[in-house]
């Protein structure tokens, strides 16, 4: 069993930053390609970044290219991902993702794990 926990969320102007983190815990924690999704209610989940499992590759939605920034910190076991140049439509809830097998798997959304969410809100 792997769980995700998010947090980081809140609420920030146009033009701010914010930091979330995704904190994993189990028995493949070490093994796992990680990344984010964020979804409006009612609207489509839409990928946002992923990250290999040792940090080799990244992968960033265009609408996220030079603003959004995924890492991660391995012996922690917590992987990030920093928000600046925040915009309005960046508004959603935003869920980690997790999969033993790679990232291919996260960019195609069929991870095995999921994070409960955290809401950023971006303010005009």
């Known amino acids: 069993q792997v769980q995700l926990v998010e947090s980081g969320g809140g609420l920030v102007q146009a033009g701010g930053s914010l930091r979330l983190s995704c904190a994993a815990s189990?028995?493949?924690?070490?093994?796992?390609?990680m990344g984010w999704f964020r979804q409006v209610l009612g609207k489509e989940r839409e990928f946002v970044a992923a990250?290999?499992?040792?940090?080799?590759?990244?992968y960033y939605a265009d609408s996220v290219k030079g603003r959004f920034t995924v890492s991660r910190d391995n012996t922690k076991n917590v992987v990030y991902l920093q928000m600046n140049g925040l915009k309005p439509e960046d508004t959603a809830v935003y869920y980690c993702?997790?999969?033993?097998?790679?990232?291919?798997?996260?960019?195609?959304?069929?991870?095995?794990?999921w994070g409960q969410g955290t809401q950023v809100t971006v303010s005009s």
């Open positions: 990250i290999s499992r040792i940090g080799s590759s990244i």
């Open positions: 993702a997790a999969d033993p097998v790679g990232t291919s798997k996260i960019r195609d959304a069929r991870n095995d794990y």
């Open positions: 189990g028995r493949t924690e070490n093994t796992l390609a």
